[in-house]
């Protein structure tokens, strides 16, 4: 059973920075696309980042680009949001999600994904 699990989540002041982590375990594949996703409270879960299975392929929410870098570390199916410059409008809850797909595409939708984790809390503090 493919496990999605989000680690890396806390308070931070604006301008500073934090890592995300996500690790997809239990499945058949060493390579999923991975996504990242948000919610803060009272909006819709919205699209931040994704990278294709081979990581040359990445997707960025236009909010966040430039500020904000998604990588594929040596470790199987881990992926590193690297979240800097962060302002009061980047707190909520980060989800991170993967799905195997055919072809070497970084997928913006969530219809795309297959499997979620719980999610982290970030908070921006002004």
């Known amino acids: 059973q493919v496990q999605v699990v989000e680690s890396g989540g806390g308070v931070v002041q604006v301008g500073g920075s934090l890592t995300l982590s996500c690790e997809v375990t239990?499945?058949?594949?060493?390579?999923?696309?991975m996504g990242w996703f948000r919610q803060a409270p009272g909006t819709e879960r919205e699209f931040v980042a994704a990278?294709?299975?081979?990581?040359?392929?990445?997707a960025y929410a236009d909010s966040v680009k430039g500020r904000f870098t998604i990588s594929r570390t040596d470790a199987k199916n881990t992926v590193v949001l690297q979240m800097n410059s962060l302002k009061p409008e980047d707190t909520g809850v980060y989800y991170c999600?993967?799905?195997?797909?055919?072809?070497?595409?970084?997928?913006?939708?969530?219809?795309?994904?297959?499997?979620w984790g719980r999610g982290t809390q970030v908070t921006v503090s002004s």
């Open positions: 999600a993967s799905t195997l797909p055919f072809y070497q595409i970084a997928y913006r939708r969530e219809s795309e994904y297959e499997n």
């Open positions: 239990g499945g058949t594949s060493n390579s999923y696309a």
């Open positions: 990278v294709s299975r081979n990581g040359y392929n990445t």
